[in-house]
């Protein structure tokens, strides 16, 4: 049973930081890449953030000099470090992995349940 669990979600105020955290567990053979989606009401989700390595990121334009995506392969962890934050950063952020489970030859996207992420005054 293979699961991603995200937190660290909050309210903040504009300007202020927060860190998000996403923790997979389960039977993983191996994780071939981890990252961060948020959507926002009446909108459409969209990529905040992936790594597939230490050399290789991607980040939004949106999200570029604020937001940090970091991970810990020991503890099959992510995190986005998220400073400087706007109002329109407000959203649910959603973790994702795609990772090959235990004894499947087959490699499978997977979707955290979400955290709510408010930045107002």
């Known amino acids: 049973q293979v699961q991603l669990v995200e937190s660290g979600g909050g309210l903040v105020q504009p300007g202020g930081s927060l860190r998000l955290s996403c923790a997979a567990s389960?039977?993983?053979?191996?994780?071939?890449?981890m990252g961060w989606y948020r959507q926002a009401p009446g909108k459409e989700r969209e990529l905040v953030a992936t790594m597939t390595s230490a050399i290789s990121t991607n980040y939004a334009d949106s999200a570029k000099g604020r937001f940090t995506i970091s991970r810990d392969n020991a503890k099959k962890t992510v995190y986005l470090q998220m400073n400087s934050l706007k109002p329109e950063d407000t959203a649910v952020y959603y973790c994702?992995?795609?990772?090959?489970?235990?004894?499947?030859?087959?490699?499978?996207?997977?979707w955290g349940q979400g955290t709510q992420v408010t930045v107002s005054s």
């Open positions: 994702n992995a795609d990772l090959i489970p235990t004894n499947v030859p087959y490699e499978y996207h997977y």
């Open positions: 389960g039977n993983i053979f191996k994780i071939n890449a």
